[in-house]
């Protein structure tokens, strides 16, 4: 069994090149992103309680919970650690959240190895059908009907709107430019099953992905794709959200150039782990919210 | 001078060795609550196949009877899981609470607290928990619970929404 889910908020650090990045997402999600390293914290911000007594009830709860492998957390936290720490790493993304000061670009310039286009597609399909599979793990499928189930998934706030914010801007945005997209959409629509099961994190998650066989799975993967391009495209342009404007605001935190954003995507791509920081804060927050409930 | 530098450091160093010994990630209220959860889930899994534990209702089962959306309210579907269910109820695009039904065969503890209540809401014992959250019994089996997510939700407001459920027809269900 993976760590008990109070040493996984606790291990959050409260710098580094993960938070630095995010902080830098804030100009576009303002104050739904706070970064919660603390399990007792979270109790308290989440539920508002802060008498000593309320609160341990609650964290047994919420750590019972996730221990039970019935209830789909620890699957959606493996889910999010798994289809985040395949693909280009360096191995320096712990290092790069250890420094906790300013994470310098060039002294990475050189290991940095620009994804292609199509693999950056295929990585972030994956990510994607990744978010929907941990969604109902964690949520389950709420509400009576089609209506209420987008209402419920149209409530994305807090992290898990900052690592949508994050997946459009880091893995999509600055790697492929203003019209990631479309240009997603043409390798994603055009994919075939030999072209995930090649792929490192589809064959890491698979196990997880439903449609059966990879033809049935890549047609789970595209139709993922399909369901969260509508949001995004509205969600950049009712922004504004451009390339330049997210490298502007990272270069107040990381030292980054604008003028190589395929090596500004891989650099992130190496010394961050959005997909999982995130991801475990918003299990954290789910469970607390499940747990005050039900005690 | 070298006498208070070596002090200095001593100092330092029982700083860093009892912020070492008190590191969050290893609090012992969790790892305690660690242990003994998984005996609970052990437990729980036998008491159920035995039969002396009911299985829990499906959390699908519950949406039918959340309060209706009200002019000026949203309630937004939450989370749905075995056993439980939760809305939430927003009003101006800002979260004023969560309303949830679980069932207490997942957690039997939780109907503890009622044996000592002492006012009803529709009818059903009712009490008031920390200071976000007030609950009732139905049926000796599901818990009602409304609990405020901004200031301005107040005790009266919980007990409003409490009543808002179809707390007769979930009494009917067991």
């Known amino acids: 069994m993976s760590k008990p889910i109070f040493e996984l908020i606790n291990e959050l650090p409260q710098s580094g090149a993960t938070v630095m990045s995010l902080r830098a997402l804030d100009y576009i999600v303002p104050g739904e992103w706070q970064n919660i390293t603390s399990f007792d914290s979270m109790i308290t911000l989440v539920t508002g309680e802060s008498d000593p007594g309320m609160v341990q009830q609650i964290g047994e709860r919420a750590i019972t919970l996730y221990n039970d492998p019935a209830e789909g957390y620890q699957r959606a936290v493996w889910l999010y650690q798994t289809a985040n720490s395949i693909g280009g790493k360096l191995g320096a993304a712990a290092l790069a959240n250890k420094i906790g000061e300013s994470v310098s670009f060039l002294s990475f310039l050189e290991k940095i190895t620009p994804k292609a286009d199509k693999a950056q597609a295929i990585d972030f399909s994956i990510k994607v059908a990744a978010e929907i599979i941990a969604y109902a793990k964690i949520n389950g499928i709420p509400g009576d009907g089609v209506a209420e189930f987008m209402g419920a998934v149209g409530d994305y706030g807090k992290e898990s709107i900052m690592r949508l914010a994050a997946l459009t801007c880091f893995d999509g945005l600055i790697p492929l430019g203003p019209d990631f997209l479309r240009k997603m959409e043409e390798f994603i629509s055009g994919l075939v099953p030999d072209d995930l099961s090649k792929n490192p994190a589809f064959s890491a998650v698979s196990s997880m992905i439903p449609g059966g066989d990879v033809g049935g799975q890549l047609g789970f993967v595209q139709q993922g794709f399909n369901s969260i391009k509508g949001w995004m495209g509205n969600f950049v342009s009712s922004k504004n959200i451009t390339p330049e404007g997210v490298v502007s605001s990272l270069k107040n935190f990381i030292e980054v150039s604008d003028d190589k954003l395929d090596y500004v995507a891989g650099f992130l791509d190496a010394t961050t782990n959005y997909f999982d920081y995130t991801g475990v804060q918003t299990v954290g927050r789910r469970l607390i919210e499940r747990a005050v409930a039900e005690i | ?174």
């Open chain 2, 1 to 174: 001078m070298n006498k208070y530098l070596f002090r200095t450091a001593l100092l330092l160093c029982a700083f860093v060795l009892s912020l070492t010994a008190c590191s969050k990630k290893e609090d012992p209220r969790w790892s305690e609550a660690d242990k003994k959860s998984k005996e609970a889930i052990e437990a729980k899994k036998e008491a159920q196949k035995s039969g002396a534990l009911p299985t829990p209702e499906e959390g699908g089962s519950f949406n039918k009877f959340f309060p209706k959306t009200e002019s000026g309210f949203e309630m937004i579907a939450s989370q749905e899981k075995t056993g439980f269910a939760e809305y939430k109820l927003k009003k101006g695009g800002k979260d004023l609470a969560m309303i949830a039904i679980s069932d207490v065969a997942n957690n039997p503890q939780a109907a503890d607290k009622f044996k000592t209540a002492t006012k009803k809401i529709g009818g059903f014992p009712a009490v008031d928990q920390g200071s976000t959250a007030t609950a009732v019994l139905v049926g000796g089996r599901f818990q009602v619970k409304v609990l405020s997510r901004d200031v301005s939700f107040t005790k009266a407001n919980r007990e409003e929404w409490l009543n808002k459920v179809n707390l007769a027809g979930l009494a009917a269900m067991k």
